[in-house]
């Protein structure tokens, strides 16, 4: 008896209840996870949900003997740009070149767009530069006769203005703001430095009456020109900020802007550059685990160590504002944290951020190094209006070939089209619904490219349901009942499904590591659709077709089935029924056997 057992579990179908509880269990779970994260629907890319296209034009640094606009340093731009829209979670935002000196960008409409646009539009390299003055960022009003009291007197009264206070110190209005402009302060090996406030134009008088060191305009090495420049800078004016660093060398001293805390511009004159962005190694937006609040921690090169080991050694030193270094993008300051100690290889920047403004800062240490300088040439709102169209035509054009197949299974496998049609269902599904949970998970959208590849991958889920019906009448053409032909025919169809399936997806990983843009989601939705594929075959199809092999309809082979022998050429059967004989039965005769 042991041996019948044996051969039994070889040849037994399993308990194909379980895997469709589980294929069940799955599609719930994934319907649930879509419904409980609030989106129902997949994220779509900039040709279906349109967005923002932003043009860059690539210009040589002031002073540059040779062009530095060549291939590589283009191509350098572009991973840079497509990391920094990336890093805030910006998806299938397509980043490339065209002609020599110009990089397109294209967003997507999103959570994210506005602060996506606002990075991509600062491209130029990234400095550090010591703070030598800093103002309020409207024009500085002309000198008047009356003395520093009446002047001080006068800007007391204006409630967002720094106050002074006992001890001499300037310290500027407290507020909920999470800007990191005019607050912070940096931290390394184990050393902090306490927060200084950068001091307002009002405090400048006052610190002057009470004696301390407070460096103006005129005090500084700049040229008079410089000066005119600092006092006529209106920072309130976009076009102005625009312009505050053309043509200026990162050797030269300079004027810029920035936002203090309460979100008004200030103004700057900063010194020659002492750093820049290339000594950046990283940097990521953490939260201290002491004071539970957001920082930036930085990690500098071995030179750039050594650099800014220098600058934190003399600033220091300094009073206020001349102890704080601005971080300078695009001739505006991201951040001017000041700094008390000498620091070294790593730093943090502390201060009132915000989860989402300490994310920005350190997308701006990470990735602000472009080895070009980049002018915003145009702006454009891309309209779904095209991509609607196409993808309303990409989906007849889907539909058609799907009614095409539907019609082929019906006609040629009669009843077993109910097995394939219900697999193509589950397989839609588990697609749909992966889609749209991939969007927040890992920024997927679905694009136009990314529709082709699902339509593709109705073809090959069709083909692997051929596959293994081919087989099982391939077996009853040999003489066999229905139920051991479905489980001698599962083995060979599912080395065939399995190679077939397998060149697909390693076609589509390839073509995702080779490609950019709009082609990876193709590549991407081919492979996702391949895997699901192998699933949908494996826990469904096959157990499906299992439990139906025990139906009458199937098992007795009916005309409407797709499994009637008759129809299908069947042989006579490769073992004849014994013939069954009484005890008092003679020998059988062997012509009759």
């Known amino acids: ?225 410089l000066q005119k420049k600092f006092t006529e800078l209106d920072c309130t004016d976009k076009a102005a900020r625009g312009k505050v660093g053309d043509g200026i060398k990162p050797s030269e001293q300079t004027v810029a802007c920035g936002k203090n805390n309460a979100g008004q511009w200030e103004k700057y004159v900063l010194g020659p550059a002492e750093l820049n962005g290339k000594d950046v190694d990283d940097a990521k937006a953490t939260i201290n685990q002491q004071s539970g609040a957001w920082v930036v921690n930085m990690d500098f090169t071995s030179g750039g160590s050594k650099k800014f080991s220098q600058t934190t050694s003399k600033l220091s030193q300094q009073q206020p504002p001349m102890n704080q270094f601005a971080i300078v993008l695009d001739g505006e300051v991201a951040s001017a944290p000041s700094v008390n100690q000498t620091l070294s290889a790593n730093a943090e920047i502390s201060g009132s951020f915000t989860q989402e403004s300490a994310q920005d800062l350190a997308n701006i240490l990470s990735y602000g190094a472009l080895p070009l300088t980049f002018h915003e040439q145009s702006v454009t709102t891309v309209s779904p209006a095209l991509g609607g169209e196409q993808l309303h035509a990409g989906l007849i054009a889907g539909a058609i070939g799907l009614a095409l197949v539907i019609i082929y299974l019906v006609v040629y496998y009669r009843g077993l089209s109910l097995i394939a049609i219900a697999s193509l269902l589950v397989s839609a599904a588990l697609t749909y619904t992966l889609m749209t949970l991939l969007g927040p998970a890992i920024s997927f959208t679905l694009n136009l490219p990314a529709v082709c590849g699902a339509i593709v991958a109705i073809g090959i889920t069709a083909d692997s349901f051929i596959v293994f019906f081919e087989r099982v009448r391939d077996e009853i053409r040999e003489g066999r ?98 013939r069954a004989t009484g005890s008092a039965a003679g020998p059988v005769d062997p012509k009759e056997a």
Do not use: C
């Open 1 to 225: 008896m042991a041996a019948p057992k044996k051969g039994r579990r070889q040849s037994a179908p399993g308990k194909p209840g379980r895997s469709l509880v589980f294929i069940l269990i799955a599609l719930v779970a994934l319907t649930g996870g879509m419904f409980l994260s609030g989106n129902t629907t997949p994220r779509l890319g900039i040709d279906l949900a349109g967005g923002t296209s932003i043009t860059l034009q690539a210009k040589d640094e002031p002073g540059q003997k040779k062009s530095a606009i060549n291939p590589t340093n283009m191509n350098t731009a572009v991973s840079i740009i497509n990391n920094r829209v990336n890093g805030l979670g910006v998806s299938e935002a397509e980043v490339q070149t065209q002609g020599e000196d110009n990089i397109i960008v294209n967003i997507p409409k999103g959570t994210n767009e506005k602060q996506a646009r606002e990075q991509v539009g600062t491209t130029a390299q990234l400095y550090f530069r010591p703070v030598l003055t800093v103002a309020s960022g409207e024009p500085t009003p002309e000198p008047s006769a009356s003395s520093g009291k009446d002047k001080e007197k006068d800007k007391g009264a204006d409630p967002d203005k720094a106050t002074e206070k006992g001890d001499g110190k300037a310290s500027s209005t407290p507020t909920a703001s999470g800007s990191p402009t005019s607050q912070g302060r940096a931290v390394t090996d184990g050393l902090k430095a306490d927060a200084t406030p950068t001091p307002k134009a009002s405090d400048k008088g006052s610190d002057k009456d009470k004696g301390a060191p407070t460096p103006t305009p005129s005090a500084d090495p700049a040229t008079a020109a």
């Open 481 to 578: 009942t229905l139920r051991p032909a479905v489980e001698r025919a599962w083995p060979r169809a599912r080395r065939t499904i399995l190679v077939s399936d397998f060149v697909s997806f390693l076609a589509a990983a390839v073509l995702f590591i080779v490609t950019v843009g709009k082609v990876q989601g193709f590549a991407f939705t081919l492979g996702l659709t391949t895997l699901l594929d192998v699933v949908v075959v494996f826990f469904f199809t096959k157990p499906l077709m299992t439990l139906m092999a025990r139906k009458k309809f199937f098992a007795n082979g009916h005309k409407w089935s797709g499994l009637d022998p008759k129809r299908l050429g069947a042989k006579p059967p490769l073992r004849r029924t014994r």
